[in-house]
C-alpha cells in the first residue's frame, strides 16, 4: 500500500502537461488531489475526471498563484473539503520567450510578471499550505524549477533568473519549516508537452525531440510522466530523508552533449 493514500495533494497548474501528470500520478498512489487552473477548465475537468477515475477524491479550484487572495482560497478549499493538506506541487508558471542576447527583448514588466508567478505565487502557496501542514505535524513541497535555474539557459532570461530565485527560496524555506515541512525542487530539461507543440509548431517540436534523443546521455526525449515520477519521489517513501534538495531530471542534458561513442 502506498504511503500516500487517504492523503490530500494540492498541484497548481495542472489542468494540462506536468501539472496533470502530477496530479494523476498521485492519485495513481492513492492520494485526493486539487486540480488547480487558471483558464484551462475545460482541460481541468478532464484532468478531475481522469483523477477520480483512479478510485479517489478530487476537487477543482479555479485560481490565479499570483494573486495571494487566490491562493488562500485554494487552500481554504482544501481544507473545507478534507480538513487537511499534506503535499502542494507547486508547478503553476509563466514566462516570455525572448532572445537572451538581445536585451531590448525584455523590460521591467515582464521580469515583474515572471518572478510574481514563478517565484512570487509559489512563495504565497507555501505560506498558505504551511499553518495547517505544521498543525498535522508533517507536510511535503515540491516546486517544479527548471535547468534553466541552474545553467541559465531557457526561454528567456527572466525566465531563468526566476527559476534560479525558486531554487535558492526551495533551500532558505527548507531550514527555516524544517523539521515539519520538507521542501524540495525538481528541475526538468525538456519536457514533451502541449506547451513546445504550441509554441513551435509540430514540425519543430518533433525535431527538438530528436535533438534530445540524439545528444542528451542517456538518449531520451523527456515527458511529462518523466518528471511526474520525479516529483512523486520526493512526496512518498523515497523522499522522507531529503530536503532542500534541487533534483535535476533530464537525461543528463546537463552534462553536455553525449559522446557518439556513447550510443
Known amino acids: 500500500m502506498s504511503s500516500l493514500k487517504d492523503h490530500v495533494a494540492i498541484v497548481t497548474g495542472s489542468a494540462t502537461g506536468l501539472g496533470a501528470a502530477v496530479a494523476l500520478r498521485l492519485a495513481e498512489r492513492g492520494c485526493n488531489v486539487v486540480i488547480n487552473y487558471t483558464k484551462s477548465e475545460t482541460e481541468a475537468r478532464e484532468t478531475l475526471a481522469a483523477c477520480e477515475s483512479k478510485g479517489v477524491e478530487a476537487l477543482l479550484a479555479q485560481g490565479d498563484v499570483s494573486e495571494d487572495a487566490d491562493c488562500k482560497r485554494i487552500v481554504e478549499a482544501t481544507l473545507a473539503k478534507w480538513g487537511r493538506v499534506d503535499i502542494l506541487v507547486n508547478n503553476a508558471g509563466g514566462t516570455k520567450f525572448a532572445n537572451h542576447a538581445d536585451l531590448d527583448e525584455l523590460n521591467a514588466e515582464d521580469f515583474l510578471w515572471i518572478y510574481k ?144 561513442t556513447a550510443r
Open 117 to 260: 508567478v514563478n517565484v512570487v505565487g509559489a512563495y504565497q502557496m507555501i505560506r498558505a499550505c504551511a499553518e495547517p501542514m505544521k498543525k498535522q505535524g508533517k507536510g511535503k513541497v515540491v516546486n517544479v524549477s527548471s535547468i534553466a535555474g541552474v545553467t541559465g539557459i531557457g526561454s528567456s532570461v527572466a525566465y531563468a533568473a526566476s527559476k534560479g530565485a525558486l531554487n535558492t527560496m526551495t533551500l532558505s524555506l527548507a531550514r527555516s519549516l524544517a523539521p515539519s515541512i520538507r521542501v524540495n525542487a525538481v528541475c526538468p530539461g525538456f519536457i514533451g508537452t502541449r506547451w513546445f507543440s504550441d509554441r513551435f509548431g509540430s514540425q519543430t517540436f518533433e525535431g527538438i525531440k530528436r535533438q534530445q534523443i540524439e545528444t542528451t546521455p542517456l538518449a531520451r526525449a523527456g515527458t511529462a510522466e518523466d518528471i511526474a515520477t520525479s516529483v512523486v519521489f520526493f512526496c512518498d517513501e523515497g523522499g522522507e530523508h531529503i530536503t532542500g534538495e534541487t533534483l535535476i531530471t533530464d537525461a543528463g542534458l546537463h552534462l553536455g552533449f553525449a559522446p557518439l
